[in-house]
């Protein structure tokens, strides 16, 4: 085979818990004297390893998809290969143009036109400006947004601001390109172009490292799959080997968390979710009964100032297609500790495993936390209104709607 | 498929590093677009944007005349204070607001850090060529402030621009370099203590005092005049009006004394901040 487009060995990165964050003067003052005084600082050293000693090699043309759960380290992997933050310890050898998209938009300004974006958004995406010219036709038909190019990106609708910006980035042309998650946006129309640029991407012969949480996704568009757990390369192979043993490995459900304060994860400056739990039959479980009600409880903190601020649930099914999301209203909150609780009726999912991922919005659309797959938990069939098929009865749900059957006419009677 | 030669190597680096002149070059179209950006976000949406920087050194002008000239009697070399002001603080506003925009630097680009790479710099280099547009609009203010008191009978007094307005760009390079390296340093400690934000403000408004704004530096007594001048900003302030209104006093070895400074600053400056960008987004 050829030599590697990507080598990493031994990739490493770890974080200081507790020091995280700059310090002020007066805390650093504190310390030193002290230290004068020859007592010991209380310095908090507790260290968190979010990599540890990955290695791999990655040939040119190859899709690969990573996954793994929430903190097992994929985010932090692609923002290494994309230089965003520096290893602790290891290095990886990346031969060729690397592009990486970790958000969509990145760098997009409300005033300027959709026109003035697409290059500064392409500057920032390391195009130059006659690449942008080159292709600049080709972007804004692949967005569609043909007549409003010249209006102010402010102007424009979420779905039109997304799709200018992945249709940037899809037209990069780097022999390397870094995706983490962004195909989770837009319609689902847009969302199958997105998939089929990718592909047209990987059959000119590039590489491509992909993050994602959809299965259906890494199984059919990726020609290898990275499954990472705490940090470390736990398998390596065929994405439908690697997706079945992430499938497995979700049977360990979670019923209840509690998260760190100071976990990067789970909170931002602004606001943090401390813990959420699953109940059913005012019990803590992760296998639950399909025709009991489930209850879905969690805790969120809200840090800094007066602002309208809520949470919002999205619940995916085992190949990770989102379901269906909710959200109670907005309020205007005060700095301080709330729990929101929402009910599952009874007879309204399928059987099978659901995920449930945990959002909290700052003034109502600001996804300030997003927490993937913070609840895991499975549904088992009780037998209840089965009658006498033994089948597998399809659908992402399976709600208990009332039914009217009534004969309209019967010749025999 | 293209080839290209490029190898990227991730690994932890340790030690100072300066400057990677070829990376830098390689953005460059970035470089314009940013300077482009901030000129069309500040001038499209308002019309006060570029009227601001006509008015704001215009006030401040009148209450230094009121304060320092009438009150405090601090003369003014025989020029007109208006004409005095307005040309001391053409090239210290473009300092103050430079300076301002590179110490926020990583604080006010953290999400933009967190999710793309492209070399650091860019963004305060950026800052020292767009602030240029509010020294040029400053810069014609004080030219028609200039002719209005040619029209008046002896308005100017002594004032003339001298020959030596050939130089102005060096001038104004002397001040984007320092205010440059002044500002990475701050952006360098800002990234460690968050208080160093408040003393960016803070700090600017002591240092006018410092650097012969208000008062001419030949009111300074001779035997301290060496250490004003070690403040690099107080030669390019005498050079301006120098070179605007002929007075001002420049010397060879004072001028060297700043040009020193000013290297110093802008190198070790560089080589600070190039120290904390590295690993600047985990500790936001």
């Known amino acids: 085979m050829s030599q590697p487009i990507i080598e990493v060995h031994g990739l490493s990165k770890c974080y200081q818990l507790g020091a995280i964050g700059a310090t002020s003067l007066r805390d650093e003052a504190a310390a030193f004297i002290q230290k004068l005084k020859g007592r010991a600082p209380k310095v908090d050293k507790r260290e968190f390893w979010a990599l540890r000693d990955v290695s791999f090699d990655i040939h040119p043309g190859e899709v690969v998809g990573f996954i793994g759960r929430n903190g097992a380290g994929k985010s932090t992997l692609l923002k290494l290969l994309s230089r965003i933050t520096e290893p602790t310890k290891g290095h990886a050898i990346m031969r060729g143009r690397v592009a990486s998209l970790l958000e969509v938009g990145t760098g997009f300004h409300p005033e300027l036109s959709g026109r003035d974006n697409v290059y500064l958004n392409g500057a920032i995406l390391g195009m130059t400006r006659a690449e942008v010219r080159a292709k600049f036709d080709e972007i804004v038909s692949f967005a569609e947004i043909e007549q409003f190019i010249d209006t102010p990106v402010k102007r424009y609708s979420s779905g039109m601001y997304v799709r200018l910006a992945f249709a940037v980035a899809a037209h990069l042309e780097p022999e390397i390109l870094i995706v983490d998650e962004v195909l989770a946006v837009g319609d689902a129309q847009f969302q199958k172009k997105c998939l089929g640029k990718m592909r047209s991407v990987s059959s000119n012969g590039r590489t491509v490292l992909f993050v994602s949480h959809n299965m259906g996704v890494v199984a059919n568009l990726c020609s290898r799959a990275i499954m990472l757990s705490g940090g470390t390369k736990v398998a390596d192979g065929a994405p439908e080997h690697i997706v079945e043993r992430y499938i497995a490995d979700h049977e360990e459900s979670v019923a209840e968390v509690t998260w760190a304060r100071d976990n990067p994860a789970a909170g931002t400056r602004r606001m943090r979710l401390c813990s959420a739990r699953l109940r059913s039959d005012g019990e803590i479980r992760t296998q639950v009964e399909i025709d009991r009600p489930v209850e879905l409880e969690y805790e969120f903190e809200l840090l800094d100032h007066r602002q309208m601020a809520t949470s919002n649930i999205q619940v995916s099914d085992k190949h990770g297609v989102l379901v269906f999301s909710s959200s109670p209203p907005s309020l205007e909150l005060e700095p301080g500790v709330y729990r929101h609780r929402v009910e599952f009726p009874a007879d309204f999912f399928n059987d099978g495993l659901y995920s449930i991922t945990i959002m909290l919005l700052a003034n109502v659309t600001l996804h300030e936390v997003v927490v993937r797959d913070a609840i895991v938990f499975a549904v088992h069939e009780t037998g209840a209104g089965r009658e006498q098929y033994g089948g597998a009865i399809s659908g992402c749900l399976r709600p208990k709607l009332k039914w009217h059957a009534s004969p309209v006419s019967v010749p025999g009677i | ?284």
């Open chain 2, 1 to 284: 498929m293209k080839h290209s030669q490029t190898e990227t190597v991730v690994e932890p680096t340790g030690g100072w590093r300066f400057l990677d002149w070829r990376e830098l070059w390689a953005y460059r179209d970035l470089l314009w677009l940013l300077v482009w950006r901030d000129f069309v976000a500040r001038y499209k949406q308002t019309i006060l944007g570029p009227l601001w920087f006509i008015v704001q050194p215009l006030l401040t002008t009148l209450v230094f005349t009121m304060v320092f000239n009438r009150f405090a009697k601090i003369p003014t070399s025989g020029i007109a204070p208006v004409l005095f002001y307005q040309c001391g603080l053409l090239g210290w506003n473009y300092f103050a607001q430079t300076f301002q925009s590179t110490a926020t630097t990583l604080t006010s680009n953290a999400s933009l850090f967190g999710k793309v790479y492209f070399p650091r710099l860019i963004i305060p280099i950026a800052g020292v060529v767009s602030n240029l547009t509010a020294f040029a609009i400053q810069l014609l203010t004080f030219g028609v402030i200039y002719v209005i008191f040619a029209l008046m009978p002896d308005g100017l007094g002594a004032a003339h621009v001298g020959w030596d307005i050939v130089l102005l760009p060096l001038v104004v390079l002397q001040i984007g370099l320092f205010s440059l390296g002044a500002g990475l340093w701050l952006a360098a400690l800002t990234a460690k203590f968050r208080d160093f934000v408040v003393l960016a403000t803070f700090l600017v408004q002591l240092w006018m005092y410092a650097t012969p704004v208000i008062y001419p530096l030949e009111q300074v007594p001779a035997h301290w005049r060496t250490l004003v001048a070690l403040n690099p900003m107080t030669m390019p302030v005498e050079c301006l009006r120098h070179m605007l209104l002929g007075t001002g006093s420049v010397g060879p070895h004072l001028l060297m004394l700043s040009l020193g400074m000013t290297l110093l600053t802008v190198v070790s400056g560089i080589f600070m901040f190039k120290r904390v960008e590295k690993s600047f987004v985990d500790i936001i």
